[in-house]
């Protein structure tokens, strides 16, 4: 498990990106569970997540409307299967709008540069 924490700061929202392998939908669950037994995580805003398996794409915005969706293209485009990549926000009391989205996109993309070494 890979954990990047604090990668990322606006508006007082924080953000953090995980991964490790995940090859089907018990996988998945399993990685949350181990991500969320850290406190910080279990008790954040938003656990976004997304993962290329054979059995197919898996996604789960937990309350980010749309962002499980951008995960999964960043996951398409790089050709990256097998690998669940978890976007964790603590929300800091205002909206962001549109931005949401760059951060995350932002997020993994550090996922995989740190992944890739």
């Known amino acids: ?3 990047l924490e604090n990668i990322l700061s606006d508006r007082g929202s924080r953000y953090a990106v995980s991964g490790g392998p ?3 939908a ?3 669950a399993a990685f949350l569970k181990e991500l969320k037994r850290h406190k910080k995580f279990a008790r954040a805003t ?3 997540w997304a993962c ?3 059995d ?3 996604k789960n915005d937990d309350g980010e409307s749309g962002a499980g969706m951008v ?3 960043m996951l398409e485009r790089a050709a990256v299967h097998d690998t669940i990549v978890v976007v964790t926000r603590w929300y800091g ?3 962001l709008g549109g931005d949401r989205f760059r951060h995350v996109q932002e997020a993994v993309r550090r996922f995989l540069e740190a992944r890739d070494g």
């Open 1 to 3: 498990m890979l954990i």
């Open 56 to 58: 197919g794409p898996l």
């Open 26 to 28: 018990e996988d998945a």
């Open 93 to 95: 009391g205002k909206h």
């Open 46 to 48: 938003h656990n976004t």
């Open 52 to 54: 290329l398996t054979a």
């Open 71 to 73: 995960i999964l293209r």
């Open 22 to 24: 995940c090859g089907s």
